[in-house]
T-cell receptor, first 110, second 114 residues
Framework: RKEVEQDPGPFNVPEGATVAFNCTYS??????FFWYRQDCRKEPKLLMS???SGNEDGRFTAQLNRASQYISLLIRDSKLSDSATYLC???????????FGTGTQLKVEL | EPEVTQTPSHQVTQMGQEVILRCVPI?????FYWYRQILGQKVEFLVS????????KSEIFDDQFSVERPDGSNFTLKIRSTKLEDSAMYFC????????????FGPGTRLLVL
């Protein structure tokens, strides 16, 4: 089983749509979880950390289910500028090492 | 806003040559990292560094790789004898602490080995 697994997409959605991404991780000892965003040929940038209770930042909501080792990201009212690759990231090294999923590509269209 | 910087942005080298990739982490950060991303593939961890020592390294980070913090601001990755398969984007990152603290990534150095 891959350490961090994501559906690669692409997800093609119209502007204003709600889209959800899922991710599973294999290391049950993982403590920290993140969603990063990566634009084409650019560096990963933190979108949000993911907390056990779930957390929201504007149009973005992240959820964590430790029992199922599952992380999700919901984007509401998607904008053209949301088009990017969304990376599910898990800290698998006690704070020393981030393990990335392959990313899910999102294309928001007019 | 403080940011991680990396130089050069692009480097082309011949197989077997040594390359040094440079990074300037965010100034008050204490933890430093190198990652790489081969074109079309996922970001992969190489090494983490704290208090002038390697904290953790991956299987990719073999004897051909080394890291150094030569002064108070720079953090370098050296590849002693480059191979074709070392061609990738190399990202430096830094964080103020471990765990939940965000790792901030630099813009990357695109390395092409011919």
């Amino acid at each position: 089983r891959k350490e961090v697994e994501q559906d690669p997409g692409p997800f093609n959605v119209p502007e204003g749509a709600t889209v959800a991404f899922n991710c599973t991780y294999s290391n049950s000892a993982s403590q920290s979880f993140f969603w990063y965003r990566q634009d084409c040929r650019k560096e990963p940038k933190l979108l949000m950390s993911v907390y056990s209770s779930g957390n929201e930042d504007g149009r973005f909501t992240a959820q964590l289910n430790r029992a199922s080792q599952y992380i999700s990201l919901l984007i509401r009212d998607s904008k053209l500028s949301d088009s990017a690759t969304y990376l599910c990231v898990v800290d698998t090294g006690g704070g020393n090492k981030l393990t990335f999923g392959t990313g899910t590509q999102l294309k928001v269209e007019l | 806003e403080p940011e991680v910087t990396q130089t050069p942005s692009h480097q082309v080298t011949q197989m077997g040559q040594e390359v040094i990739l440079r990074c300037v982490p965010i100034s008050n950060h204490l933890y430093f990292y190198w990652y790489r991303q081969i074109l079309g593939q996922k970001v992969e961890f190489l090494v983490s560094f704290y208090n002038n020592e390697i904290s953790e390294k991956s299987e990719i980070f073999d004897d051909q790789f080394s890291v150094e913090r030569p002064d108070g601001s720079n953090f370098t990755l050296k590849i002693r004898s480059t191979k074709l398969e070392d061609s990738a984007m190399y990202f430096c990152a830094s964080s103020a602490d471990r765990g939940r603290e965000t790792q901030y990534f630099g813009p990357g150095t695109r390395l092409l080995v011919l």
